[in-house]
T-cell receptor
Framework: DTAVSQTPKYLVTQMGNDKSIKCEQN?????MYWYKQDSKKFLKIMFS???????INETVPNRFSPKSPDKAHLNLHINSLELGDSAVYFCASSQETGSNSPLHFGNGTRLTVT | AQSVTQLGSHVSVSEGALVLLRCNYS??????LFWYVQYPNQGLQLLLK??????LVKGINGFEAEFKKSETSFHLTKPSAHMSDAAEYFCAVSDGDAGGYNKLIFGAGTRLAVHP
């Protein structure tokens, strides 16, 4: 009964490859997010979608492209992977878009680029 | 711009001792403040949040935090540490410049170790 589930849990790939991470939430939430956690555990928002519409787009290389086919899914596609993309990527959801609505996180996808 | 500072990247306490994890924030608007906990190889879980109203906020697992506007602080406490409290703790503030959208700014985290 995982509320926010991400696949895969681990992803090891070589520089230059293209990879995708999938996320699904079964909480009925309207808003979903991608956060990146670097090797020093620092967390930073990348994107946010509300009901399939992009509402937050941080300064992220355009090699990163989120896609939301419906409000329960938010996938992240990364082109031409670089060493610096190695991190843990967390998907999250919240009931509303408002800034007092707490986030529910998935367990993360650890991406290693060699 | 909003920011969060967590004092002490590592805190170690004995089982049964008081837990105090410090968080100071800066915000140009009345802040919404959160504490999240991250266990190894897991995502973050909400411990508690402050939005408006009572400044002493109670959360899960016996944790609480007090919003002190004059000190711009939101420290997390627990009277008696348990071994299962060992984890990474993150303080976060909502970004008041995000047009009302939910954009959290996280502190660097504090790793709590609990020893017998």
């Amino acid at each position: 009964d995982t509320a926010v589930s991400q696949t895969p849990k681990y992803l090891v790939t070589q520089m230059g490859n293209d990879k995708s991470i999938k996320c699904e939430q079964n909480l009925g939430h309207d808003t979903m997010y991608w956060y990146k956690q670097d090797s020093k555990k620092f967390l930073k928002i990348m994107f946010s979608y509300n009901n399939k519409e992009l509402i937050i787009n941080e300064t992220v290389p355009n090699r990163f492209s989120p896609k939301s086919p419906d409000k329960a899914h938010l996938n992240l596609h990364i082109n031409s992977l670089e060493l610096g993309d190695s991190a843990v990527y967390f998907c999250a959801s919240s009931q509303e878009t408002g800034s007092n609505s707490p986030l529910h996180f998935g367990n993360g996808t650890r991406l290693t680029v060699t | 711009a909003q920011s969060v500072t967590q004092l002490g990247s590592h805190v170690s306490v004995s089982e049964g001792a008081l837990v105090l994890l410090r968080c100071n924030y800066s915000s140009s608007v009345p802040p919404y403040l959160f504490w999240y906990v991250q266990y190894p190889n897991q995502g973050l879980q909400l411990l508690l949040k402050y939005t408006t109203g009572a400044t002493l906020v109670k959360g899960i697992n016996g944790f609480e935090a007090e919003f002190k506007k004059s000190e711009t602080s939101f420290h997390l406490t627990k009277p008696s540490a348990h071994m299962s409290d060992a984890a990474e703790y993150f303080c976060a503030v909502s970004d008041g410049d995000a047009g009302g959208y939910n954009k959290l700014i996280f502190g660097a985290g504090t790793r709590l170790a609990v020893h017998p």
